[in-house]
């Protein structure tokens, strides 16, 4: 057999700097906390808001264009119902820098500087709340500088009241005078058949109150994805295994349209992307910055990706192996993962394996030489004598690929027919099968030491 050896690197690169949180494959298995009876439980208050925000300088006896501030609460441990969610934003550091806007939810003291926001239920995962306008105070200078503060409480949780840490978000808001390109975001798609292309979108437009004297695209379509669009103006790399990108394809632009301030620009042809046979579970990222030496005003629009779920399977198999050895003799009994396909699986979000392999050693032997993604798991659950190790796929499975686990292990003692048993599930959540594989039987095998037969 032959082994294969993967990293997270390439994968990684294509999460581009505005994707926000890790998001993990739809379908992988992700289950929620699973906590002992007698096992006492937590949650915890988070204040979901940016760190810094850029608002474009007012011009000479003008209003400055306004920017949207998104905010919201979130807990942790999603067995308790929390609600009433109260959001306290203290905009005093703003004095001379930037004007706020409260919206309906938000009620602000006499001064309209301090505002309880009413959120209502806060859930695990986040969106957006509360949105405050914002824009630069008219006589503002360039790189003036103020903070927004926050705190917040919420009804719920073991203790009946749920309040987010002293001091745990704040925003810094900042005035500045570059362009500021963006790029709209785009709906996930869902259940789409092999083979169907995509239109993708794509308009740059610059918000900032200077010009873009160019402007450069990047762009990540992963393993399943295929980038029609051909540019002159672009360089196009992956995938494969001798690429730098083997999981993906990585495409760079460079533009020399000038983009005015409120102005907007497309692509010279329509972004077209086909969902090859092999997608299953993608992703594409795209980005924009200005040309040249510029910097943009603010980055939070700068980047987008959306996921394309296909109508595909992935046929995942293990293949075991029978040896033969007296006692004190060292074999090597290991197993094979394959994946049949047609389609590719990756982890395109938080990058984690695709799968583990639960291997329980034969009886009356001893694992003397372990796979460097392999590790001790304890032992079987009905014989404590029986060790368990437990060994990770890469991030992402394309199809025919075919992993080796080449275990050595040590016969302490001969039992006829000592049978070893593996199983591929998920890495990830309490799921033991695989939604998009067809055929679950081939997902276990044996090792058998000293067959009988």
């Not at 294969?4 to 949180?21: H, I, N, P």
């Not at 806007?101 to 926001?117: E, I, R």
């Not at 533009?255 to 497309?266: L, M, Q, R, W």
Request: with cysteine; aromatic share 8%; net charge negative.
């Amino acid at each position: 057999m032959s082994s294969v050896s993967v990293g997270r690197r390439a994968l990684r690169r294509g999460a581009c700097a505005s994707a926000v949180g890790a998001l993990v494959v739809a379908g992988l298995g992700v289950g929620g906390v699973a906590f002992a009876d007698d096992e006492p439980q937590t949650d915890n208050l988070w204040i979901q808001a940016p760190y810094d925000r850029a608002v474009p300088v007012a011009p000479d006896g003008g209003t400055a264009q306004a920017r949207s501030l998104a905010l919201g609460l979130t807990h942790d441990n999603g067995t308790f119902t929390v609600t009433d969610g109260r959001l306290t934003v203290d905009v005093t550091g703003l004095a001379g820098i930037a004007d706020v806007t409260w919206p309906a939810n938000c009620t602000p003291d006499a001064a309209g500087t301090v505002a309880v926001c009413d959120t209502g239920d806060v859930q695990t995962r986040y969106s957006p709340q509360v949105q405050l306008t914002i824009r630069a105070a008219a006589g503002a200078a360039v790189g003036a500088q103020g903070a927004i503060e926050y705190s917040a409480t919420a009804t719920g949780g073991p203790d009946g009241t749920l309040t987010a840490p002293q001091g745990e978000a704040e925003t810094f808001v900042t005035v500045g005078s570059r362009p500021d390109l963006g790029v709209a975001a785009h709906d996930d798609v869902s259940d789409v058949a092999p083979g169907t292309v995509l239109d993708v979108p794509f308009t740059v437009t610059n918000t900032g109150n200077e010009t873009a004297h160019g402007y450069t695209v990047k762009m990540w379509a992963t393993y399943g994805l295929d980038v029609l669009s051909r540019y002159p103006q672009c360089t196009y790399d992956g995938p494969g295994d001798d690429s730098a990108y083997p999981s993906m394809t990585y495409v760079s632009c460079s533009f020399d349209t000038e983009i005015a301030p409120g102005a907007s620009v497309e692509l010279p042809e329509p972004l077209r992307v086909a969902v090859t046979d092999h997608a299953l579970y993608d992703r594409f990222d795209y980005e924009v910055e200005p040309g040249g030496d510029a910097t943009d005003l603010d980055t939070s629009d700068n980047g987008r990706s959306f996921h394309v779920n296909a109508d595909n399977t992935a046929d995942f198999a293990v293949h075991g192996t029978s040896v033969s050895g007296a006692a004190g003799d060292t074999v090597t009994a290991g197993f094979r993962f394959v994946n049949r396909g047609p389609a590719w699986v990756g982890d395109v979000g938080a990058g984690d394996p695709v799968a583990v392999l639960d291997y329980y050693l034969p009886p009356g032997t001893t694992a003397t030489s372990v796979p460097s993604t392999c590790h001790w798991a304890g032992t079987s659950g009905t014989d404590p004598a029986v060790a368990h190790y437990a060994c990770t796929l890469p991030h992402w499975a394309n199809p025919k690929l075919k992993v080796d686990f080449p275990f050595q292990l040590r016969i302490d003692t001969v039992v006829p027919d000592a049978t070893g048993h593996v199983t591929v599930r998920p890495y990830s959540g309490s799921a033991t099968s695989f939604p998009f594989d067809p055929r679950q039987k081939n997902n276990s095998t044996t090792v058998t030491v000293n067959p009988s037969a």
